[in-house]
């Protein structure tokens, strides 16, 4: 996030999003956490990170937009690969917030393009070799440029089905086949200025507002989907929390409130990760530190499995 004068937030789609008050408890995990980079590999604005497996990281970058693959080597994260992003025209530099590896591509959200970074423009981006597919979102308040879409998570269909997520748009139960050439998921967004959770189907002929709902959070920084609940993340604002949210009556709604871990320093904490492996009642979880604190843009700890 480039630091810019902020605008005015006007009525989200399907109403006001209220967040809930839900008392903060303990980070379920350890207490301590450690760096995971090697010294200034990122520099400033690392803001989304994104597991594809327990040994592939991906990691963007908002200014110079850069999308990163990581492995693992040794107790640290190393780049594999990294590349410039652009627009699907080839022009631009998305100012990319957040990531998710899914089974229907690798999705980036801009919040603007920084070539024109008075502008606030809310895109969705998904790369292959390049920007294979690109789509504006509607549907979300007037905000000012560096006050709009921060993180991006991606939910599986039978997920949503099975557990009976409402589509806003019809009042009903949802129903993928209203969505032809969408993929097998929704995409969901999280835009700072509000702490709204947007849900959008992207096909082929554009975008679809789903459903919208509150993260929880005055501000969200990242979303990340583990198993059966969503993760909405905020940085030093919030002073590192998390809330987690579960369908119920078709609707996300918080279900709780998790202050960071002990040890972790509260500071710029934009991007949020957690690994699809367990081992020995640990899963491990990654923080990307915007400011890149103390020469380091990676922080890692644990999450209590289950």
């Known amino acids: 996030m480039r630091i810019k004068a902020l605008g005015v937030c006007t009525v989200i789609a399907f109403g006001l999003a209220v967040t809930p008050a839900v008392a903060a408890t303990t980070w379920p995990g350890d207490s301590a956490t450690r760096t995971a980079d090697g010294t200034n590999v990122f520099g400033t604005n690392l803001s989304g990170l994104s597991f594809e497996s327990s040994d592939v990281l991906w990691a ?16 640290q994260w190393r780049v594999d690969q990294a590349r410039p992003l652009r ?49 504006r979102l509607q549907g979300m308040p007037k905000v000012g440029a560096n006050d709009g879409l921060e993180g991006i998570a991606w939910v599986p269909d039978s997920f949503l089905t099975k557990a009976g997520f409402v589509d806003e748009r019809t009042g009903q139960a949802y129903r993928p086949a209203d969505y032809p050439g ?28 789903v459903a919208s709902f509150a993260s929880g959070q005055k501000q969200v920084m990242d ?3 583990e198993g059966d609940r969503l993760w909405a993340t905020c940085d030093s604002n919030c002073s590192g929390r998390a809330t987690t949210l579960k ?24 991007g949020f990760a957690i ?19 103390s020469n380091h843009a990676l922080r890692q700890g644990t999450l209590n499995c289950g």
């Not at 963007?60 to 107790?75: A, D, Q």
């Open 60 to 75: 963007v970058k908002n200014g110079p937009s850069t999308l990163y693959r990581l492995v693992p080597s040794g107790n």
């Open 87 to 135: 627009f699907k025209n080839g022009q631009g530099d998305p100012d990319a917030e957040g990531v998710v590896a899914s089974p229907d591509g690798l999705f980036v959200v801009s919040e603007r393009d920084n070539d024109n970074g008075s502008v606030s423009a809310p895109t969705v981006l998904k790369y292959g070799s390049g920007a294979t597919q690109e789509w």
């Open 182 to 209: 969408h993929g097998s998921g929704l995409v969901f967004v999280g835009l700072e200025a509000t702490g709204t959770v947007y849900v959008y189907a992207l096909q082929d002929s554009g975008s679809k507002l």
């Open 223 to 225: 979303l990340e989907f």
């Open 247 to 270: 369908i119920s009556g078709g609707k996300f709604r918080v279900t709780a409130t998790f202050d960071r871990p002990a040890k972790l320093p509260n500071v710029n904490l934009e």
């Open 275 to 293: 690994s699809p492996s367990c081992a020995g009642g640990k899963k491990a979880v990654l923080w990307a530190d915007d400011d890149n604190t």
